[in-house]
């Protein structure tokens, strides 16, 4: 098989950590974690199409997710001084992008509450349809979903920080 077309396997593979069933994303996962164990070789190459779909910017959450996880899996020793600085460095990248999309939601949260607050006049209070507290349940739902997701996120990055930084070899900028 020619080297371009490894590349545009392993890039199908890598996009397969989006799909919409858990269970192909998760053996993808796994999948590419078993590569990495018998071609350790492929690290950095492996490591570059995970950061590329990370780092797109209409990538799903769940690919996100899988890519951290994928990332945070991959087997490291003294020998991987590279690919462990640049495993560090993606996921510090990925955090600031985490926290950024954090704050932005923070900021429209509190200027949506404001202009509620500006819209309201004091009324007596009517009771609320079904449809209305529906909508609100659903709302409340998907809020603590997403807080659940950052969790998530939060403490994957956190894990592959942790393994990653032991064999890295960072400078005190970083």
């Known amino acids: ?22 269970k192909v ?19 950095m190459f492996v490591i570059r199409e995970l950061e590329q779909l ?26 991987d001084t590279d690919v462990a600085n640049k495993l560090v460095e993606l996921y510090f990248v990925f955090f600031r992008k985490l926290l950024k ?10 200027k949506n509450s404001k202009k509620k607050v500006e819209e309201e ?15 609100e349940k659903a709302a409340k739902k998907e809020e603590l979903e997403l807080e659940d997701h950052q969790a998530k996120m939060i403490a994957a990055i956190l894990t592959g920080v942790n393994r990653a930084f032991h064999f890295a070899n960072i400078s005190d900028e970083m």
């Open 1 to 22: 098989m020619f080297p371009e077309q490894e590349q545009n396997l392993l890039k199908l593979l890598v996009n397969k950590l989006g799909d919409s069933d858990n």
């Open 25 to 43: 994303a998760a053996k993808t996962s796994q999948l590419l974690i078993e590569l990495l164990i018998k071609h350790p070789g492929m690290k």
């Open 54 to 79: 990370l780092l797109r910017p209409n990538t799903s959450e769940k690919a996100q997710y899988y890519s951290i996880i994928t990332m945070n899996q991959t087997i490291l020793t003294s020998k």
């Open 101 to 110: 999309i954090v704050e932005d939601e923070e900021k429209d949260e509190i």
């Open 121 to 135: 006049e004091p009324e007596v209070p009517e009771k609320k349809s079904k449809k209305r507290e529906a909508k």
